[in-house]
């Protein structure tokens, strides 16, 4: 089969396209044909060898994947050969840029129905990342106030679809080019944070503060006061610390996302109700990928890209 694989980190020169055996599923794995991988900025960090994830080399990378089961190991029971499927991978192991991967089969859940099957492989990570920060480490309750600091990403609009569905209220910053489209995700305010400082229109604290872009230090640390006795500070920046105030019980708390069957499946179900819109801004081949991996280390993708397979 073919994939697209590094040997050893470094630029983006390194990722070559090869032959390789089709994996064997073992017991309790699957092995999907794959439909579509999704890039994400953490295949880049561990590419190029600054994000201390232990891949295992030779490295497939593509985490997120959406495919069909292919074939299962032994004692898989709920899952049958042609299931239409999405699965968020382990990290470590070969991922989806490549025609099979096998796949624990409890990261495995039914994909979407209403978007197409190469769509759907931009979910998993991302969606559970915003889940995880708003509610497992943010603790968000339906009338409380969350404050996104970046939410032009792709997970930012996720987390303001989330919010705004259990009932929060949403603030969110965003600069001039994605402005509308926080909007439109839902947010109850915009700030620009190009022209604003936020600090000086959030009227009443916030119980989360939630942080998804690079920042500087200072200025984190300087919006702490902004969030209320009790509540907490979180952030997908693990490069750097969260920030807290522990004189007033405000908590911080780093994203690590983790894999989640159950999470996923509900998020499928919402994409299904409609409730949940997942963001394609490109889809690209295969033999594009070590392409998207150079223009990846020389700034930020903007937008969830799709890496297809005929």
Known sequence: MQAVRFHEVGGPEVLRTEDVDQPTP????????????????????????????P???????????????????????????????IAFLPMER?????EYVVAPADAVVPAPTTIPLTDAAALPSVALTAWQALFDDGQLQAGQRVLV????????????????RAGVHVIATASPR????????????????????????????????????PIDPEEFAALVPLVRDGGAVVSTTAFMATPSDESRGVRAATVFVLRNRERLA?????????????????????????????????????????VTVA
């Open 178 to 213: 994605s402005i509308d489209a926080v909007r439109a995700a839902g947010a109850d305010e915009v700030v620009d944070h190009t022209t604003t400082d936020v600090r000086e229109v959030v009227s009443e604290p916030v119980d989360v503060l939630l942080n998804l872009a």
């Open 26 to 53: 073992a017991a309790g794995q699957v092995r999907l044909r794959i439909a579509a991988s999704a890039f994400n900025a953490a295949d880049d960090g561990m590419r190029g060898g600054f994000l201390p994830i």
């Open 266 to 306: 509900e998020l499928v179900s919402l994409v299904d109700a409609g409730a949940l819109t997942v963001e394609v801004t490109r889809r690209i081949p295969l033999a594009e990928l070590p392409a998207l991996h150079a223009e990846a280390s020389e700034g930020r993708i903007a937008g969830k890209v799709v």
């Open 55 to 85: 891949v295992q080399l030779p490295h497939v990378p593509g985490y997120d994947v959406s495919g069909t089961v292919d074939a299962l190991g032994e004692g898989v029971d709920g899952i049958a050969v042609g299931d239409a499927v």
């Open 94 to 98: 070969d991922g989806g840029a490549a």
């Open 149 to 164: 600091m970046g939410a032009g990403g792709v997970v930012g609009k996720y987390a303001i679809q989330l919010a705004v």
